[in-house]
């Protein structure tokens, strides 16, 4: 599932900020400025022609954007270019520390805007490095971005997720597979067997060498803590450091994360109902969380059996998914289930639309892109059936929904790789700092033990009774005082003995109860 913008961290949206060409792309269309190489030979990115961004905020920060020009294939160096959109922030402060790459995660997320990491790390380390964005393959303002079917996600009137009747089946067996069809007959559909995390990894490396940095430090949320897994893995010399924040699991890379995700996802919903029942004088949905949580059972059931307004029950989910992902959405949550049940879906159909964008599309394609080909996807449907009914019996309200969200898998264009790279950090020398919350849903906590067992020079935060997902530089100053120690002196927590976590901080404070505010802009979610 991807990873939604934290406002505080960046404060901006993911928006792609360099606009294509104006002309069709085709694999040949870069052709001509891509470096001649020997198909022999391997793949070296000539540098980045550094020009004037058009977003305000980057200007501001006086980054530079421009184009990294890599094969479509590194399989076939000579063959086929595409164009990687960059950005960068210049270091404006001593001693110089080298360059940062950062990632949002996704797969799909744009990362032009996240070369302004370094303006959030604590105590102006960040300002003694230059800060590097890369909007992924087929994400946002690369050449080409992948589109498959733009009405898919900001469609109305959606059926009920739960298969409750052969209908509702029928219905999302067909839509799920006939978006996989639109994705293979895409103008970008070249793209799609080359959007695995390897390629997003290679794309990196050029970019190091592009820019003539013989190591970099790595900075990855979410799904962009995978990527640093595996270039760590592939390229252990290449990196200094790294901050993985929302570790996903390498073993469960990508149908069981899914599973997993169902289950971590209705332990924070338990948490968020037992949290408005805290502030029932403000919404009025129930003094106990077992109260809150059969109330929005309730609202759920008139919904499945007709749809108020423009907003069905799968509308529905999708909201309390919101919350699930971050304790800074429980507030607008919370106040949109209230205007509900005093009749009003209006603003709950709002917070959901914000999540359905003109981007929306491209972050749903590059995430099923890469998702569906990074591992093998049961094709037999009796499997998806069983996994998932059994999931539903213990998150009824997400189990459904990730299932379709991935469902295009099942059938998707382009061949899944027969096995994900294995992750084995043994031979990566430099610190890693892992950072989890207690109740990440989507990408929980037993990830980061996990990758804390493979890398021996990895540190584990745990954000104690935290219920965000991938929530550094959010003001936690145990977390951000951390991650400042390591860009600044290469400094861990103290490996402890035994599993670990390392250090406990406390997690993202939960937010003081309100229900007057308009909902944020929140682009597309998953890891």
């Given at each position: 599932?991807?990873?939604?913008?934290?406002?505080?961290?960046?404060?901006?949206?993911?928006?792609?900020?360099?606009?294509?060409?104006?002309?069709?792309?085709?694999?040949?269309?870069?052709?001509?400025?891509?470096?001649?190489?020997?198909?022999?030979?391997?793949?070296?990115?000539?540098?980045?022609?550094?020009?004037?961004?058009?977003?305000?905020?980057?200007r501001r920060a006086g980054a530079r954007c421009g184009f990294l020009i890599v094969p479509l294939d590194y399989a076939d160096p000579a063959g086929p270019t595409i164009r990687l959109a960059v950005s960068r922030v210049l270091h404006t402060a001593g001693p110089y520390r080298g360059a940062a790459f950062v990632n949002p995660g996704g797969p799909g997320g744009s990362a032009l805007r996240y070369s302004l990491t370094g303006g959030r790390i604590p105590h102006g380390v960040g300002r003694t490095y230059d800060w590097y964005g890369m909007d992924p393959r087929g994400v946002g303002s690369s050449v080409p971005a992948l589109s498959c079917d733009p009405a898919y996600v900001s469609a109305r009137h959606?059926?009920?997720?739960?298969?409750?009747?052969?209908?509702?089946?029928?219905?999302?067996?067909?839509?799920?597979?006939?978006?996989?069809?639109?994705?293979?007959?895409?103008?970008?559909?070249?793209?799609?067997?080359?959007?695995?995390?390897?390629?997003?990894?290679?794309?990196?490396?050029?970019?190091?060498?592009?820019?003539?940095?013989?190591?970099?430090?790595?900075?990855?949320?979410?799904?962009?803590?995978?990527?640093?897994?595996?270039?760590?893995?592939?390229?252990?010399?290449?990196?200094?450091?790294?901050?993985?924040?929302?570790?996903?699991?390498?073993?469960?890379?990508?149908?069981?994360?899914?599973?997993?995700?169902?289950?971590?996802?209705?332990?924070?919903?338990?948490?968020?109902?037992?949290?408005?029942?805290?502030?029932?004088?403000?919404?009025?949905?129930?003094?106990?969380?077992?109260?809150?949580?059969?109330?929005?059972?309730?609202?759920?059931?008139?919904?499945?059996?007709?749809?108020?307004?423009?907003?069905?029950?799968?509308?529905?989910?999708?909201?309390?998914?919101?919350?699930?992902?971050?304790?800074?959405?429980?507030?607008?949550?919370?106040?949109?289930?209230?205007?509900?049940?005093?009749?009003?879906?209006?603003?709950?159909?709002?917070?959901?639309?914000?999540?359905?964008?003109?981007?929306?599309?491209?972050?749903?394609?590059?995430?099923?892109?890469?998702?569906?080909?990074?591992?093998?996807?049961?094709?037999?449907?009796?499997?998806?059936?069983?996994?998932?009914?059994?999931?539903?019996?213990?998150?009824?309200?997400?189990?459904?929904?990730?299932?379709?969200?991935?469902?295009?898998?099942?059938?998707?264009?382009?061949?899944?790789?027969?096995?994900?790279?294995?992750?084995?950090?043994?031979?990566?020398?430099?610190?890693?700092?892992?950072?989890?919350?207690?109740?990440?849903?989507?990408?929980?906590?037993?990830?980061?033990?996990?990758?804390?067992?493979?890398?021996?020079?990895?540190?584990?935060?745990?954000?104690?009774?935290?219920?965000?997902?991938?929530?550094?530089?959010?003001?936690?100053?145990?977390?951000?005082?951390?991650?400042?120690?390591?860009?600044?002196?290469?400094?861990?927590?103290?490996?402890?003995?035994?599993?670990?976590?390392?250090?406990?901080?406390?997690?993202?404070?939960?937010?003081?109860?309100?229900?007057?505010?308009?909902?944020?802009?929140?682009?597309?979610?998953?890891?």
């Amino acid at each position: 599932m991807s990873r939604k913008t934290v406002a505080a961290c960046l404060t901006a949206t993911l928006v792609g900020v360099l606009l294509a060409a104006g002309v069709p792309w085709s694999p040949a269309t870069d052709q001509a400025q891509a470096r001649p190489a020997a198909a022999a030979e391997p793949f070296r990115a000539a540098p980045v022609t550094w020009k004037r961004c058009q977003d305000p905020d980057l200007r501001r920060a006086g980054a530079r954007c421009g184009f990294l020009i890599v094969p479509l294939d590194y399989a076939d160096p000579a063959g086929p270019t595409i164009r990687l959109a960059v950005s960068r922030v210049l270091h404006t402060a001593g001693p110089y520390r080298g360059a940062a790459f950062v990632n949002p995660g996704g797969p799909g997320g744009s990362a032009l805007r996240y070369s302004l990491t370094g303006g959030r790390i604590p105590h102006g380390v960040g300002r003694t490095y230059d800060w590097y964005g890369m909007d992924p393959r087929g994400v946002g303002s690369s050449v080409p971005a992948l589109s498959c079917d733009p009405a898919y996600v900001s469609a109305r009137h959606r059926r009920p997720y739960q298969p409750t009747t052969a209908a509702i089946l029928d219905y999302w067996l067909a839509r799920t597979t006939a978006y996989a069809t639109a994705c293979g007959s895409s103008s970008a559909s070249a793209l799609l067997p080359h959007l695995r995390t390897t390629d997003n990894v290679a794309d990196l490396e050029s970019l190091r060498t592009a820019i003539g940095q013989s190591q970099v430090t790595y900075y990855g949320f979410s799904y962009g803590t995978y990527i640093g897994q595996v270039w760590a893995t592939l390229h252990p010399s290449s990196l200094k450091a790294m901050v993985l924040d929302g570790v996903v699991d390498p073993g469960r890379v990508w149908y069981s994360s899914n599973l997993d995700q169902d289950r971590a996802f209705d332990v924070v919903y338990g948490r968020f109902f037992a949290w408005v029942a805290r502030n029932h004088r403000h919404f009025g949905l129930g003094r106990t969380q077992r109260q809150v949580a059969k109330r929005f059972a309730r609202l759920h059931r008139q919904l499945e059996r007709k749809p108020l307004g423009r907003l069905g029950a799968a509308d529905l989910e999708d909201a309390l998914l919101l919350a699930g992902y971050y304790n800074s959405e429980w507030g607008e949550v919370a106040f949109g289930l209230y205007a509900l049940a005093h009749g009003d879906p209006r603003y709950l159909r709002q917070l959901v639309s914000a999540d359905r964008g003109p981007q929306a599309d491209n972050n749903y394609a590059v995430y099923l892109a890469t998702s569906c080909t990074d591992a093998p996807w049961p094709q037999d449907w009796s499997v998806w059936a069983a996994d998932n009914a059994a999931a539903d019996r213990d998150s009824p309200y997400l189990a459904w929904n990730n299932a379709w969200y991935n469902a295009p898998c099942r059938t998707w264009p382009a061949a899944a790789s027969a096995a994900p790279p294995t992750v084995d950090g043994a031979a990566f020398t430099g610190p890693v700092l892992l950072i989890s919350e207690q109740y990440d849903a989507a990408t929980p906590l037993s990830g980061a033990l996990a990758v804390r067992t493979r890398f021996p020079t990895a540190s584990l935060i745990e954000g104690r009774r935290g219920t965000t997902h991938a929530g550094s530089l959010s003001g936690v100053s145990c977390v951000d005082n951390a991650i400042a120690a390591l860009l600044e002196k290469g400094r861990l927590p103290g490996r402890m003995a035994g599993p670990g976590p390392d250090k406990t901080c406390p997690g993202v404070p939960l937010p003081g109860a309100r229900r007057s505010q308009a909902p944020r802009s929140t682009p597309s979610r998953r890891y």
